[in-house]
């Protein structure tokens, strides 16, 4: 197997496949499953993840799922409190 370096700091880094990510964005969750890349082994200081080009489109399409599912729980809460308005 390739050793292989991080990108970012230089340190030892492997292959992944099929990997779950979970994401949260402002108390969402939500797990973006099967994803394969190049993870950094110097996770305390760098953990840099570098997605394949399949998986970096899910994990971000997931996070824009969760940023809009967001935006529209404000517009619930916009109607909520409008209609007690009425
Ligand atoms: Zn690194």
């Known amino acids: 197997m ?3 370096s991080c990108d970012i700091c230089g340190g030892r880094a492997e292959r992944f496949e099929n990997a779950d990510f979970p994401i949260e964005y402002r108390g969402l969750r939500a797990v973006a499953r099967n994803l394969s890349g190049v993870r950094c ?3 305390e200081d760098c953990g840099e993840v570098l997605f394949d080009a399949a998986s970096a489109h899910n994990y971000g399409r997931l996070g824009g799922e969760l940023v809009s599912r967001r935006s529209s729980m404000w517009v619930g809460r916009f109607d909520a409190s409008a209609s007690n308005l009425a």
């Open 41 to 43: 082994l110097d996770g």
């Open 2 to 4: 390739t050793e292989l």
